[in-house]
């Protein structure tokens, strides 16, 4: 049974930093993809970041670029999710999920997915 935890989310300043975590179980993690999505109230699941498990390459949406950095730590079957300059439209509930689509326009995620972490920008 696939299983992926996420902790890390709060409650934090605008400008501000966090730290996500997931820790996956059940797959040959060094073998997936691992991405984080996210969904802000109303608002439909948007891709974020992807870790490649091919050759490590990392991939952003534009609107994250230079402020978030995903990574992974094949050891420790986890990937993370570091979140800097943080801003209130950033506000959502943060996914870890497998083996996500991580190209053109709309990323997509159809296999397993976290129960998800809340980030919450405010002042």
């Known amino acids: 049974q696939v299983q992926l935890v996420e902790s890390g989310g709060g409650l934090v300043q605008p400008g501000g930093s966090l730290r996500l975590s997931c820790v996956v179980s059940?797959?040959?993690?060094?073998?997936?993809?691992i991405g984080w999505f996210r969904q802000a109230p109303g608002k439909e699941r948007e891709g974020v970041a992807c870790?490649?498990?091919?050759?490590?390459?990392?991939y952003y949406k534009d609107f994250v670029k230079g402020r978030f950095t995903i990574s992974r730590d094949n050891a420790k079957n986890s990937v993370y999710l570091q979140m800097n300059s943080l801003k209130p439209e950033d506000t959502a509930v943060y996914y870890c999920?497998?083996?996500?689509?991580?190209?053109?326009?709309?990323?997509?995620?159809?296999?397993?997915w976290g129960q998800g972490t809340q980030v919450t920008v405010s002042s």
């Open positions: 999920v497998t083996d996500p689509v991580c190209i053109g326009p709309r990323w997509s995620a159809r296999n397993h």
């Open positions: 059940g797959i040959t993690f060094d073998y997936t993809t």
């Open positions: 870790a490649s498990s091919y050759d490590g390459s990392t």
